[in-house]
């Protein structure tokens, strides 16, 4: 059946009168047999990357053909994810160096040029993002441990997105609270960069729980959430290398969601052991009752972690304390 329907629809996507038609059909055909269309993958992105290029379709036709895409390939194995968005991505990102008067970056960091670039002059921008998005996560539900440059970079791209376009975070389209479940997981990463790039997704997204509603409920629903996973870091889990990044996701709470953070501390504090088997409830009192009390200086909040990292680990006190 595939076989021979599949062609007629991409011959159709070449046909701007057809658009509508048959870019709905392939986003259906997406969406319902994605299980049955990887000998199919090549072909349909190939084509689709074709008509996106020559821009036949209009907007609204290329945000249901970059979901269409997405569909098709969070069905299939990682590398070839991968292979398959490289070649989809790629002409974009020309496009924009072009556009920025810029040398090609050979790193091909996923997408950071869009954000330098203004949606007027690159309507599906949008699409892009959410499609780069929605395949990336369908990595995390195969088990993105073996992928943390993928993860790395992933986190980049939404930290930019919040940066230079968090209305982006308004789609309906973009599942927010999956792409936050997804940071939570990569704190927990042995990767220091990894790290790194996750406890800055976090701190660009804070601020906004004022100004973009879906940010501020999936906060509300999960913030606790967020701050095991800080605290699991701080208490050992993590290298001390990074307990400033800690602390500065600690402030961004403290100075965004102050009343909410007072709530998570005392729950999440609240197991024995936890953080650490080494500290007592006293001094988890005290260390909730210091951070709640600094939301203007920062230096103050890394010099508590660190502190308090010390004392989870048994190292307080001791030479290595000294040269921390």
Same mark, same amino acid.
């Given at each position: 059946?595939?076989?021979?329907?599949?062609?007629?629809?991409?011959?159709?996507?070449?046909?701007?009168?057809?658009?509508?038609?048959?870019?709905?059909?392939?986003?259906?055909?997406?969406?319902?047999?994605?299980?049955?269309?990887?000998?199919?993958?090549?072909?349909?992105?190939?084509?689709? +990357?074709?008509?996106?290029?020559? +821009?036949?379709?209009?907007?609204?036709?290329?945000?249901?053909?970059?979901?269409?895409?997405?569909?098709?390939?969070?069905?299939?194995?990682?590398?070839?994810?991968?292979?398959?968005? $490289?070649?989809?991505?790629?002409?974009?990102?020309?496009?924009?160096?072009?556009?920025?008067?810029?040398?090609?970056?050979?790193?091909?960091?996923?997408?950071?040029?869009?954000?330098?670039?203004?949606?007027? $002059?690159?309507? /599906?921008?949008?699409?892009?993002?959410?499609?780069?998005?929605?395949?990336?996560?369908?990595?995390?539900?195969?088990?993105?441990?073996?992928?943390?440059?993928?993860?790395?970079?992933?986190?980049?791209?939404?930290?930019?997105?919040?940066?230079?376009?968090?209305?982006?975070?308004?789609?309906?389209?973009?599942?927010?609270?999956?792409?936050?479940?997804?940071?939570?997981?990569?704190?927990?990463?042995?990767?220091?960069?990894?790290?790194?790039?996750?406890?800055?997704?976090? !701190?660009?997204?804070?601020?906004?729980?004022?100004?973009?509603? /879906?940010?501020?409920?999936?906060?509300?629903?999960?913030?606790?959430?967020?701050? +095991?996973?800080?605290?699991?870091?701080?208490?050992?889990?993590?290298?001390?290398?990074?307990?400033? +990044?800690?602390?500065?996701?600690?402030?961004?709470?403290?100075?965004?969601?102050?009343?909410?953070?007072?709530?998570?501390?005392?729950?999440?504090?609240?197991? /024995?052991?936890?953080?650490?088997?080494?500290?007592?409830?006293?001094?988890?009192?005290?260390?909730?009752?210091?951070?709640?009390?600094?939301?203007?200086?920062?230096?103050?909040?890394?010099?508590?972690?660190?502190?308090? !990292?010390?004392?989870?680990?048994?190292?307080?006190?001791?030479?290595?304390?000294?040269?921390?």
């Amino acid at each position: 059946m595939l076989s021979s329907v599949l062609p007629l629809v991409l011959q159709a996507l070449g046909n701007p009168d057809l658009s509508v038609s048959s870019v709905s059909t392939l986003k259906k055909i997406c969406r319902e047999c994605k299980y049955d269309l990887p000998p199919y993958a090549t072909n349909i992105v190939a084509v689709s +990357q074709e008509v996106l290029i020559k +821009q036949i379709h209009k907007t609204s036709q290329c945000m249901w053909l970059m979901q269409a895409l997405g569909f098709l390939l969070s069905a299939l194995p990682v590398e070839d994810i991968l292979r398959n968005l $490289h070649s989809l991505i790629t002409p974009y990102i020309q496009q924009l160096e072009k556009l920025a008067d810029e040398t090609p970056n050979p790193s091909n960091k996923l997408m950071v040029h869009i954000f330098a670039s203004e949606t007027d $002059h690159f309507p /599906p921008i949008k699409a892009l993002f959410e499609l780069v998005t929605s395949v990336t996560l369908s990595i995390f539900q195969q088990g993105p441990r073996d992928h943390p440059d993928i993860v790395d970079s992933f986190m980049q791209l939404q930290a930019q997105a919040l940066k230079r376009k968090p209305d982006l975070f308004l789609s309906e389209s973009l599942d927010v609270k999956a792409v936050f479940h997804c940071g939570v997981l990569s704190l927990k990463f042995p990767e220091a960069p990894t790290v790194k790039s996750t406890c800055l997704f976090f !701190t660009e997204l804070l601020p906004h729980c004022s100004d973009v509603p /879906p940010l501020a409920r999936v906060v509300q629903e999960d913030g606790k959430l967020l701050v +095991q996973a800080v605290l699991e870091g701080i208490g050992g889990g993590a290298s001390r290398s990074l307990m400033d +990044q800690f602390a500065d996701v600690l402030f961004c709470l403290n100075k965004h969601c102050f009343s909410l953070l007072a709530v998570w501390l005392k729950e999440a504090l609240q197991p /024995p052991g936890f953080p650490s088997s080494r500290i007592t409830a006293e001094q988890k009192d005290n260390f909730s009752h210091q951070i709640l009390r600094e939301r203007v200086n920062k230096r103050r909040v890394k010099d508590i972690v660190k502190e308090f !990292t010390l004392l989870c680990r048994g190292l307080h006190g001791t030479e290595y304390a000294a040269e921390y």
